[in-house]
């Protein structure tokens, strides 16, 4: 019996077989993933994907939020966290559906190459072909430099007669744009302008004989079967149940399949969380679908490969940077923005009362793809989104201390987006005290030191406030950004947490730092992005 059970124990352990009655010790358990992909524990820097959404959603006092994950070809996480609706309690969910903003013009530059590859439509056709009676300013514009935001055209929205609680049609809209200037020599430059996707839209109409809204209906929303993605024109189709006269209880999914797991339509909020009006108008072409967080993936899928635009030469010329007809590249196309890792590329943006981003990592070694969708409106996800993708696989980390420093990529390299930052800083007249170049710096003592700059500015109004709360705080002020390009190339920005930084000198809780971290956001969105 002794020599049995040895026998045993040494084929379990030499073969790794499953437990066997003789064996007298059970086998090792087997090691699960601890990183990259199928990795179970979905952590960065310590701090959970659901932890990280939690204190995000707290600090930008966000009612409600959907997340999705497409560690392709799956979705392997669809999580609704907070509130769809606050006054009727309406749960955000995986069926919630949202207005997904500035995303919707994605949707408008896959017709317009689905139109192309048909050849119904050329590119460098200009848009007075589809839209006729344009100012003689706008003749020459031509689709492809509409789809690149290339075209100096005005934004309507930012017009004085823009009025979104009214249904203005294309025409008033574009009588209102037309009244400004080009700003731009067409070809030379990128300003993203809902103007520019309302007018191929028409085009759109125009080449396929259709109206916009069955065209993209047709051709994408019904070609992948997205059950839960919607022009704002037919919100009328969800199924929703009126839980009003219920004290905000659902009862009828309990006779009524289709309200098992309802899908609902969220409801929008200002910055300061008053509700926007469900009769709202979206801009045609630019910002007007509603969609599920998953339904977004699942598009976000086909447009991978073929199912969208057949071809990849195709696929390929709106989703790389730009090259405009004077030349120089600029890092973005049809909304999206494309960073300096490699295969990184984002579309984002805020429509009245909702805010949405898609950051996609498309290199064949990572293919992970990060949806937000958010009812409060003026919310930048870049972050964020960074930061989750980093819980699915490390090397996307940004390789800084993100309990200290908040850190943001930029679209542009080191030297440009330090000299955004300084026109940043100087359109709000802060006064700049210094700047270090580092890398030129080593250079100069035959040292190798990849591109790395810091400058230093601040308000002595501000900055004293603080050193008379506590005067040790002198060691770090003024304020200071840092801009460098790590070893693969991407381009970081990075300043302090403030809250943390002023909790380490015990001043939490001063107004002055939160403004400050606010201010500092707000600098480098702007100098990091081209929208």
Known sequence: MKTTIALSFTVLVLGGSAWSQDAAVAPKPTILPTDGRGNSKVAHGG??????????MADQQIPGLTLAIVQAPYITRVVGYGLSDIAQERLASQNTVWAIGPISQAYTAVAVMQLF????????????????????????IT????????????DYRAQSGYDPSKNQSPDELIALASKIPLAFTPGTDVAQSATNFLLLAMAVEKASGSSYRDFVTKNQIDALGLKHTFFSADLSRIQEEDVSANKNK????????????????????????????????DCKGFSDIW??????????????????????????????PTKLDNGKIVPGMAGWQFYNHKGMMEIKGASRGFSASLTRFTNPSELICVTLLANKE????????????????????????EGKLYLRESVFGAAETMTRIESELKKRSIPVFAKFDHGQNAKDVQLDLRPTQVIVFG??????????????MAVDLPLRISVWEDAKGSVWVAFPQMGKLAESYGVKGNAA????????QEILEKACSIY
């Not at 406030?465 to 005067?471: C, D, N, S, Y």
Request: glycine share 8%; proline share 5%.
């Open 250 to 281: 659902h009862k009828d999914f309990l006779k009524v399949v289709a309200l098992i797991d309802p899908a609902e339509h969220a409801t929008g909020y200002t910055s300061g969380l008053v509700p926007v009006p469900t009769a709202r108008f």
């Open 378 to 401: 003026g919310i930048d996800f870049s972050n964020l989104s960074r930061k989750i993708a980093a819980a699915f696989a490390s090397v996307l980390q940004s390789g800084g201390d």
């Open 47 to 56: 701090e959970s994907v659901d932890q990280m959404i939690y204190d995000f």
């Open 459 to 472: 308000s002595p109004v501000v900055g004293t406030e603080l050193m008379v709360t506590e005067q040790s």
């Open 143 to 154: 689709v492809l430099q509409l789809v690149q935001h290339a075209t100096g055209i005005a």
């Open 513 to 520: 730092v939160g403004k400050l971290q606010v201010m500092m």
């Open 117 to 140: 590859e048909s050849n119904k439509l050329d590119l460098k056709d200009g848009i007075s072909k589809y839209v006729p009676s344009l100012p003689a300013s706008w003749a020459g």
């Open 291 to 320: 969609a599920s967080a998953p339904d977004v993936s699942l598009w976000d899928i086909g447009l991978a490969g073929s199912l969208l635009i057949t071809k990849p030469e195709n696929r390929a010329m709106i989703y790389k």
